[in-house]
């Protein structure tokens, strides 16, 4: 079991930044896959960033590219991502999730693992 807590989220004027933290304290950390997904309201989940175990792949959804950045430090236990250009469509919880295998995928079934979710709310 993996036990992942996210930080970061918060009230913020479109435009702004924010930066995401995930941590997780288990000694395996560094094999796993990690991604980050949102949710809004009446919405499904929604897959936005994911990165290999290495660090040396990443994925965007197409919403986020070019706006968003995912990285990780395992060192530290934990992953960031890094938000700018903040749109109010951006508004959602958002949620860290682990996958074993260390390959990131897009799909939220592929993690077996997932946090609780901060709430990231983007005002125009």
């Known amino acids: 079991q993996v036990q992942l807590v996210e930080s970061g989220g918060g009230l913020v004027q479109s435009g702004a930044s924010l930066r995401l933290s995930c941590t997780a304290p288990?000694?395996?950390?560094?094999?796993?896959?990690l991604g980050w997904f949102r949710q809004a309201p009446g919405k499904e989940r929604e897959f936005v960033a994911a990165i290999s175990w290495s660090g040396k792949t990443t994925r965007y959804g197409d919403s986020v590219k070019g706006r968003f950045t995912i990285s990780r430090d395992n060192r530290k236990n934990t992953m960031y991502l890094e938000m700018n250009s903040l749109k109010p469509e951006d508004t959602a919880n958002y949620y860290c999730?682990?996958?074993?295998?260390?390959?990131?995928?897009?799909?939220?079934?592929?993690?077996?693992?997932w946090g609780q979710g901060t709430q990231v709310t983007v005002s125009s």
């Open positions: 999730a682990a996958r074993p295998t260390g390959i990131p995928t897009m799909a939220p079934s592929d993690y077996d693992y």
């Open positions: 288990t000694r395996t950390f560094s094999s796993y896959a």
